[in-house]
Structures are given as C-alpha cells and as structure tokens.
C-alpha cells in the first residue's frame, strides 16, 4: 500500500525551530518530486516547498525563502522540511505530496490533486 506519514509537528515559540519528516512506504521515494503544502486556518491550501526526484533542485515560496530548507536522505526513503525562523503565520496543517513528474514542482497545489498525499502534521508558532 502507497502511503506518505508525516511527522515533527509541534508547538513552537516564534523565532524557532522544527524538523518535519515525509516518509514513504511502498513506493521509492527517490522516483518522486516530493512537495511540501500548508494549510492555515480559514485559508486555502497552499505549495511551500518542492524538491525534485534527483534532488538536484528545490524551489521554495517567497513566504519561507531563506527560512525553509528541504533535503531527501534516500536511505531512509525520507524527505525532510527544516524551518527555522519560525512565524505565527507559519501556523498551519503541513503536508507532503509525492508527484510523478518534475515538472509538478512548478504548479500550484491543485495541479497535485490525483498525487499521493499524507495526512498532515500540524505546526503551531505561537508565545
């Protein structure tokens, strides 16, 4: 059975950190671009983070640049979004997304609906 779990979230101070975790079963993780989404309260589903199948390439939303970081450790067939500099706005339900093309990097959200998806783990920046 495919499936996508993710996990590290948590509650955290603003100006903090979290390491949240995609890890797939029953697929290679390696063959996907793998996408990281969030979700805020009251507001729509939006792409953050992508990082392509070789891993050669990430893009990231203008809202994390610089505070974001995406890598894939294929051994463990896990992929990883590193967040520092945490903000309240940073506040949402994160999910992972596994895309059969490169190309998914690039395009909104709703370009990933027929991908895989997790079940999400929620971050909540907060004092």
């Known amino acids: 059975q495919l499936q996508l779990v993710e996990s590290g979230g948590g509650l955290v101070q603003p100006g903090g950190s979290l390491r949240l975790s995609c890890v797939g079963s029953g697929l290679f993780m390696d063959y996907y671009a793998i996408g990281w989404f969030r979700q805020a309260p009251g507001k729509e589903r939006e792409g953050i983070s992508c990082?392509?199948?070789?891993?050669?390439?990430?893009n990231y939303a203008d809202s994390v640049k610089g505070r974001f970081t995406m890598s894939r450790d294929n051994a463990k067939n896990t992929v990883f979004l590193q967040m520092n500099r945490l903000k309240p706005e940073d506040t949402g339900v994160y999910y992972c997304?596994?895309?059969?093309?490169?190309?998914?990097?690039?395009?909104?959200?709703?370009?990933?609906?027929?991908?895989?998806w997790g079940q999400g783990t929620l971050v909540t920046v907060s004092s």
């Open positions: 990082i392509s199948s070789s891993g050669s390439s990430t």
């Open positions: 997304a596994a895309g059969r093309t490169d190309p998914l990097c690039f395009l909104p959200s709703s370009a990933w609906s027929r991908e895989l």
